[in-house]
T-cell receptor
Framework: EAQVTQNPRYLITVTGKKLTVTCSQN?????MSWYRQDPGLGLRQIYY???????DKGDVPEGYKVSRKEKRNFPLILESPSPNQTSLYFC?????????????FGPGTRLLVL | DQQVKQNSPSLSVQEGRISILNCDYT??????FLWYKKYPAEGPTFLIS?????DKNEDGRFTVFLNKSAKHLSLHIVPSQPGDSAVYFC???????????FGAGTRLTVKP
């Protein structure tokens, strides 16, 4: 079954405590990205990756890091989380070629930073 | 800089009637447009898409219309069903820079 998985699904942490949200896809997609969803703002892209070792900033990259050492994994790292990073996070993947640009999303990670 | 806008945060429709969700965009370089549906506690799922070279795409009860001159697209759901109640996101992608932009979403409620 084609899927994007994220862990953890829910996380409560405190300001300044480093955390990592993992993302993995089994579709051999080149492109992976992270979004955050906030009320009234929709989905905003944090970082994206066109392929292994190729990452770039999205619209709201401040306070986040990513890495792409393997094609299937794209972890999101918050080195020093702050309350304004409380949000719902989605990882996504898709191919970078072809007419059907279907993007698959993970189930989401709800993060609360106290 | 919101390049994709969904100006209606919510829409309520009676079961069996038509639901029309609207989306406007500002970037004429977008090549492809997509609609995603999102239920609570789940990630968005792909619903239907349309290339910028077309003006209509139909898939069962779902039809997407694109008006390039007005930079406007809409999703029609006919007939609407209670199971269609969800948040719908409009998205646009530019192949040139692989940039995918999302609207803020419209919450559709279909009443039995």
């Amino acid at each position: 079954e084609a899927q994007v998985t994220q862990n953890p699904r829910y996380l409560i942490t405190v300001t300044g405590k480093k955390l990592t949200v993992t993302c993995s896809q089994n579709m051999n997609h080149e492109y992976m990205s992270w979004y955050r969803q906030d009320p009234g703002l929709g989905l905003r892209q944090i970082y994206y990756s066109m392929n292994v070792e190729v990452t770039d900033k999205g619209d709201v990259p401040e306070g986040y890091k990513v890495s792409r050492k393997e094609k299937r994994n794209f972890p999101l790292i918050l080195e020093s989380p702050s309350p304004n990073q409380t949000s719902l996070y989605f990882c996504a993947s898709r191919r970078t070629s072809g007419i059907q640009e279907t993007q698959y999303f993970g189930p989401g990670t709800r993060l609360l930073v106290l | 800089d919101q390049q994709v806008k969904q100006n209606s945060p919510s829409l309520s429709v009676q079961e069996g009637r038509i639901s029309i969700l609207n989306c406007d965009y500002t970037n004429s370089m977008f090549d492809y447009f997509l609609w995603y549906k999102k239920y609570p506690a789940e990630g968005p799922t792909f619903l239907i898409s349309i290339s910028s070279i077309k003006d209509k795409n139909e898939d069962g009860r779902f039809t997407v219309f694109l008006n390039k001159s007005a930079k406007h697209l809409s999703l029609h759901i006919v007939p609407s069903q209670p199971g269609d109640s969800a948040v719908y996101f409009c998205a646009a992608i530019s192949y040139n820079n692989n940039d995918m932009r999302f609207g803020a979403g419209t919450r559709l409620t279909v009443k039995p």
